[in-house]
Each structure stands twice: as C-alpha cells, then as structure tokens.
C-alpha cells in the first residue's frame, strides 16, 4: 500500500469518476515507486463494485496512454494469471492538477476592488 502514489493520483485529473476511482484502487495496491500491482480486473470489479466492462476498458485505456505498464510478470491465479501492473509516476505527473475552483466576487464577499471595503 502506497499512500505516496495515492496522493500522487489523489492530485491529478483522470477524465472521469470512473477512470479515477480505478486509479486509486490501483495506487493502494502499488509500492511507493508506483510498482507491484498484481491484483485481477475481477478484483478491481468487485472491489470497487465497477462494471467488468468499465474495468476492462478503463485499464486498457491507461495501458494505452503509458499511465499504466505491464511489467512482464506474472502471478499464478485459479483462471490462470495475473499480469503485474507499474503506474508510471511520470506520466501522471504530466496530467492536470486538481486546484480550487476560481473563486467570483460574489462568492468571496469582495467587490472586486481591493480600496473598497
């Protein structure tokens, strides 16, 4: 369990709750460098009560886009193996930060004019 990865993720836009939420799993599961992740797509399913199609999607979609790496290795399960998953730190690191929100005057209290009280 990773929470340096987790916070590392907890940061950054994902594109969807979904995308996110399966991020996050991952990163709990990962080493402090992102890699070790050996948990299968029914895991993730049932962990996190997600479709097995969105589960399936979702990791071959970060596959794609090199926010997650096969590392070769593989783990004996009871339908066969699981593959051993690496989040890579820097490509997350390329993703959009999560900021506050901007802020209008009306929300701050403030007219917009820093003279006036």
Known sequence: ???????HC?????GSAVRKQIIMFLANKASDDGSGIWCSKGFVQRH????????KRTISEFLREGILVQTGQQRPCKNGFTVVYRIDMDVVAQLELIGAPARSPEQTG???????S
């Open 1 to 7: 369990m990773s929470y340096v990865v987790e916070a």
């Open 10 to 14: 907890h940061e950054r836009r994902f």
């Open 48 to 55: 996190t009560e997600l479709s097995e199609s969105s589960v």
């Open 110 to 116: 403030s007219s917009g004019d820093p003279n006036q």
